[in-house]
C-alpha cells in the first residue's frame, strides 16, 4: 500500500460526500420552492442552514488532497504539475466556484434561513416564497454543483490543453439550463387562493377535512 494510494482515496471520499450534501441541499431547494405552507420547510430549512458552512471545508479538504495527490504526482510515472494544464484548471476551477459560493449563495442561504426561522406557521409570506424561488439562488446552486461535476471529470480524463477548461465550464451551463428548467416547473403560486388545510381528526379518530 503506498500513500498516493491513501491519499486518492481521502480525496475521491470527500467528493463522495461533498456531492452528497449538495445534492441534499438541491432536494431542499425543490421542497422549500414548491412548498405553500411554513411548516412544510422548517426541517429542510433547519438541515440546509447546518449543510452549508460545510461545503467551504469540503472545497478546502479537496483542494488540500488534490495538492498532496500532485506534489506527490511529480514522483510517480504520472509525472504531473502543478503547471499541467488539467491540474491548473481544476485548481482554478475549485476557487472560482467557491469564491461565486461564497459572494452570492452565502448570503442568500442566510437570508432565507432566518425567514424561514422568523416566520409563523401557516401560508408562505410573500418575502420568504420571493427569497426561496429566487432565480439567482437557483442558478448559482446549480453552476456551482456542474461545475464541481466538470472538474471531477478533468481528474479522471486529463484532458489535454485548452481541452480541459471546455469541461468545466459546460458543467457549469448545463447547470444553469437544468436550473432554468426546474424553475419553469414550480407549480404557479396564487397569494390570493386558500391554503388547503390538513386533515382534522375528532375524537373518535375519524379524520376529516374542512371544507
Given at each position: ?134 432565480p439567482m439562488f437557483w442558478d448559482i446552486a446549480h453552476l456551482t454543483t456542474f ?65
Open positions: 500500500m503506498h500513500l498516493a494510494g491513501v491519499v486518492l482515496f481521502l480525496h475521491i471520499a470527500v467528493a463522495i460526500v461533498a456531492f452528497a450534501m449538495a445534492g441534499v441541499l438541491h432536494t431542499a431547494l425543490q421542497v422549500i420552492g414548491r412548498a405553500r405552507r411554513v411548516e412544510e420547510i422548517r426541517t429542510w430549512g433547519a438541515v440546509a442552514h447546518r449543510l452549508e458552512p460545510l461545503l467551504p471545508l469540503m472545497a478546502l479538504a479537496l483542494l488540500v488532497l488534490g495538492a498532496w495527490l500532485v506534489h506527490l504526482g511529480e514522483h510517480t510515472d504520472d509525472q504531473f504539475r502543478f503547471t499541467t494544464g488539467w491540474v491548473l484548471t481544476a485548481i482554478v476551477t475549485v476557487v472560482a466556484v467557491e469564491a461565486v459560493g461564497g459572494i452570492m449563495l452565502k448570503p442568500r442561504g442566510e437570508k432565507l434561513s432566518a425567514l424561514i426561522e422568523a416566520a409563523p406557521d401557516g401560508d408562505l409570506p410573500e418575502d420568504l416564497r420571493r427569497a426561496a424561488r429566487d461545475g464541481f461535476l466538470g472538474v471531477v471529470f478533468i481528474m479522471a480524463a486529463k484532458p489535454d490543453g485548452v481541452w480541459a477548461a471546455v469541461f468545466p465550464v459546460v458543467g457549469a451551463v448545463l447547470g444553469v439550463v437544468l436550473s432554468r428548467w426546474q424553475q419553469r416547473g414550480l407549480p404557479a403560486y396564487d397569494a390570493t387562493a386558500p391554503s388547503v388545510p390538513g386533515p382534522r381528526v375528532h375524537a373518535d379518530g375519524e379524520a376529516s377535512r374542512t371544507h
